[in-house]
């Protein structure tokens, strides 16, 4: 004989058609072998010294460290820096990776600060031109790192070492942030200072004893639209660009 079929069956849950898996971040070790790791991270290291490079000299060269801190290319130089050794750690200890929303800002910042010297301050055409400091090699040279060798490096990193499809369209915004707090400072800072004062204002078309509010206001919105526009255009090379690390099949 067989057992009796129990009256009372429980409700048993329905079987799902198919299990979606959270997002997870792979981490650098299944990714990377470790020959690789550690050439990745000593890359990144040397994008870090060269920052670093930069930004003492340019401290060391100015007259006033804390006017030199109060660029946004300083500033900008100091947080690759700072990204750059976190990512160089977490590739040589294979860890996961930092989160593309930080290593992409940090590449929005130095190519938008190498962007705005090389189009707005130091092209002849620009009516925001600024004399350069041709008999001050020092002066020269972090010029140069700054706003020439560190954003190429960074995008190369970006370009060679980096996965691909991190970056969206909704930390485009995000980034502004920063540029908006930065332009509150610097307008703040100016209203601070006396008059007259050497380095009142960082950036010519920043000037508002110069130009007024009105013009001020009016170049910072296009400088704003167009770092939109360069934030957007990293978003979408990030998701064309072929992946460096993905392993043929």
Known sequence: MTAPIPRDIPDLPPIPGHVVLP????????????????????????????????????????????????????????????????????????HHPLPGALTGAALFYVVAAGLVHHVLLAHASSPFAVEGDSGMAWQTAATSILHTALPVAAALDWLLLTPAGRLHLRQAPV???????????????????????????????????????????????????????????????????????????
């Not at 610097?186 to 013009?215: C, M, N, W």
């Not at 206001?217 to 460096?244: E, I, K, Q, T």
Request: net charge positive; proline share 7%.
């Open 23 to 94: 997002p997870t971040v792979v981490p650098a070790r299944a990714v990377l072998i470790p020959a690789r790791r550690r050439t990745v991270a000593a890359f990144r290291g040397l994008i870090a010294l060269l920052a670093l490079t930069g930004v003492a000299i340019e401290l060391l060269a100015d007259g006033a460290p804390t006017t030199a801190l109060s660029h946004f290319t300083i500033q900008s130089g100091i947080l690759l820096a700072l990204v750059m050794l976190a990512s160089a750690r977490c590739a040589w200890s294979a």
């Open 175 to 249: 980034w502004l942030l920063y540029p908006l707090a930065y332009l509150a400072f610097t307008l703040a800072r100016g209203e601070l200072l006396l008059p007259g004062s050497q380095g009142r204002y960082l950036y010519p078309f920043l000037d508002v004893a110069q130009h007024g509010y009105k013009i001020v206001l009016g170049n910072a919105l296009l400088v704003g639209l167009a770092l939109y526009a360069l934030a957007v255009l990293l978003v979408a090379l990030d998701h064309v660009r072929p992946d460096p690390l993905r392993r043929p099949r």
